[in-house]
């Protein structure tokens, strides 16, 4: 894990504060921290496809709001004092007395993992040692173990509660556009004929209790006209979900767009995107989500899932002040949740905390691992308990085979796993070109017309085919079919003559074809898109259609022929000895980690279809066949894609840096550069503080013994600093532009007339992270991924050379794969 190594120095590191360049910041003042110039590049980003103002402090108020000004003008006098060198020379510790905003993090800043450990387990110590001292003490300390456990069950029953509300939702809006039910508008089409004693077997989805808007219009089901109409009416209620749902997304939570499982990588990761995981964000995706999925675009819910589990995560985290305060504990919750938003999607609780693990967490310690278990289950059960798929089961897609697969098989499910890498990579590079060329061009400037446009094309080529009408979910369940006695399902041959076995499914092998279109057209278009989609149930419907095709052709070819060589011995005339479905489900996951290059959760995934091991072996060789064939042409998978796209400072953990450099070659400053700016620990007056962080735009400055020795004293964030000043201005007199400000334990011998000096040392992170000029850059890269460091200084012999931050490795990495580094956006 991240932190295997990181208590050695958490016990010379308890006050450490750390930062880096950030251009955000352009002027020296307080206020300038939340009021950033015209010209900030970084207020404004753009975010799959649509831009958002990050300016926004959706679930952190401002510091500069009136509970700062209250605590100021309230505070004691002895704090003061002490901070101004006239009182009783104790330390402001911002530990013990902490001033509001320190230690904080402003928006787009990489959080200090190493420094909200050591508060965290500063916060610990101190409710042990408090607890031995009376009963309502310990009481707070058993209470303080267990909230972590009350949080898990609160997310999940959230989560599990929003999603079978979704589900719901969305099955009666996609009904919707075929008709509606007279005996309740609010009953999709199956609730409205459970009742009905007027159906059969044959036709289960037939009853007089729903009509379709041709027999409410004309009175007739019959005929041309009636045909027209509820071609009409379905393309209608198809542009209606589309528009409103871009409408809201604009309009309200710009956030809400597209999967978020990129950002949700990039802030686990430890980056601070504000407003991201706030209350509007959850409302608008929650409503977007059912309007997106019932417009009939191929999209999936799945994916926007897992970031609606973590908003309901991050809200309920403000319950609990330890983890409301501390980010990185935060951060142990969004990956618990994380797991929770797999788990509601597909029912499978192991699956899910598999995927946090593999594929989105960034630091994952053991404790997450049972608390992501303990709330996937609840969020399972909560689902389960609502029965949103109606089939009295918690996964999505059950299926039960029943006839074993034979070695023979192996090879076309190994040709399925080529198939699916192949489309990966395919579909990754078209897609990343595609939203490369929307935000470059005029295209990326009126989604709504986007949007209306392709929902309308989708419309009228999906009606007339039932499968492309079909919602995604629904077609991979049909294509998992084992086509038993009982089953109904058009892709079964249930009614076909005796003579000709097979006729029924090789006609319904020819509607499948022209299903792909759909999927890969919207769904290179459409990830991400102006509006909540998920990746998930696209890509899988693909490789279920190829599977089904490949199974199809390998059962004719067994059923013909089953005197080969290679059918003889297991393969008896007549018998069904090939499963069309299995080799859907394969395909689907063949195709699905082709696109996202996930392997032991997505295998998981798959099996607890079925729940039968002995179809593991061709899943897991399909799927890592998936993925060698797609890291043979990029290794990146979507998400690591998009994060690249959008510039987060986000190191990839599975990327390794084969570079021979060292720190000297990415460090800054180069020789062609200015000095760096630097603090010394004592000599400088408040006025030149100042000057120096109105002059630069770093968000941290070394300190240093003086401007000619440049030994290293410390580390100080210029947002810490600028609060600190301020702090004294306002809370007592003496503080002026000639007061000089020092770091030393004790303040230096003044003039009488002087102004009292300024004590900052307890805002000065005493053990920053260095290395030296010839520290190799594969080590330095490492430390940065296992510590999660926002900047480390390059020393020699002591003395201060320069600085690294993530941006600058981040950089160095893209000049190495020939990438512009100016793509890295944030710091």
Known sequence: TMFQFVNLHLKRAADRFGGMENPEYRTGSFEALHHPSDDDDDEMVDIAGATLDFSSTDDVPPLSSGAYDEYSSCSGSSRAAGMNGNGPGNLVD????????????????????????????????????????????????????FSGWLLMLLVGLMSGALAGGI????????????????????????????????????????????????????????????????????????LLFSFLAVILVRAFAPYACGSGIPEIKTIL??????????????????????????????????????????????????????????????REVLSAAAAVGVSVAFGAPIGGVLFSLEEVSYYFPLK????????????????????????????????????????????????????GGLWGALFIRANIAWCRRRKSTRLGHYPVIEVLVVAALTAVIAYPNSYTRMSGAELISELFNDCSLLDSSQLCGYK????????????????????????????????????????????????????????????????????????????????????????????????????????????????????????????????MTSKWVADAFGREGIYEAHIRLNGYPFLEPKEEFEHSSLAVDVMRPRRSDPALAVLTQEGMTVGEVEALVESTHYSGFPVVVSQESQRLVGFVLRRDLLISIDNARKRQEGVVSASQVVFTEHAPAQAAEAPPPLRLRGIMDLSPFTVTDHTPMDITVDIFRKLGLRQCLVTHNGRLLGIITKKDILKHMAQIANRDPDSILFN
């Open 94 to 145: 911002p530990l013990e007395d902490p001033v509001p905003g320190l230690g904080t993090y402003e928006d787009f800043n990489t959080i200090d993992w190493v420094r909200e450990k050591s508060k965290d387990r500063d916060r610990h110590r101190e409710i042990t040692n408090k607890s031995r001292q009376s009963t309502v003490a310990l009481l707070h300390s058993v209470s303080d173990a």
């Open 167 to 238: 589900d719901i939702a969305a099955h009666w809006l996609t009904d919707m556009k075929d008709g509606v039910c007279l005996i309740g508008f609010w009953f999709n089409h199956e609730h409205c004929c459970w009742t009905s004693n007027e159906t059969t077997f044959q036709e289960r989805d037939r009853c007089p209790q729903w009509q379709s808007w041709a027999e409410l219009i004309t009175g007739t089901s019959e005929g041309a006209f009636a045909y027209i109409v509820n071609y009409v009416m379905y393309i209608f209620w198809a």
């Open 269 to 330: 990761s430890g980056f601070i995107i504000r407003g991201y995981l706030g209350k509007w964000t959850l409302i608008i995706k929650t409503i977007t989500l059912v309007l997106a999925v019932s417009s009939g675009l191929s999209l999936g819910k799945e994916g926007p899932l897992v970031h609606v589990a973590c908003c309901c995560a991050n809200i309920l985290c403000h319950l609990f002040t330890k983890y409301r305060k501390n980010e990185a504990k935060r």
């Open 368 to 419: 997450t691992l049972w608390r992501s278990f303990f709330a996937a289950l609840v969020a399972a059960f909560t689902l389960r308990s609502i029965n949103p798929f109606g089939n009295s089961r918690l996964v999505l897609f059950y299926v039960e085979f029943h006839a074993p697969w034979h070695l023979v098989e192996l090879g076309p499910f190994i040709l399925l796993g080529i198939f």
């Open 496 to 623: 076909q003559p005796i003579d000709y076995p097979y006729w029924c499914e090789c006609k319904q092998t020819l509607c499948l074809i022209r299903k792909p279109v759909c999927p890969i057209r919207n769904h290179s278009v459409y990830y991400p898109s102006r509006f909540p989609s998920g990746l998930f149930i696209p890509s899988m419907a693909v490789g279920a259609i190829a599977g089904r095709l490949l199974g199809v052709g390998m059962e004719q070819l067994a059923y013909y022929n089953h005197d080969w060589f290679i059918f003889k011995g297991w393969c008896s005339p007549g018998a069904d000895c090939i499963t069309p479905g299995l080799y859907a489900m394969v395909g689907a996951a063949a195709c699905l980690g082709g696109v996202t290059r996930m392997t032991v959760s997505l295998v998981v995934h798959h099996v607890r279809a079925d729940w039968r091991l002995e179809y593991i072996v061709p899943l897991m060789a399909a799927t």
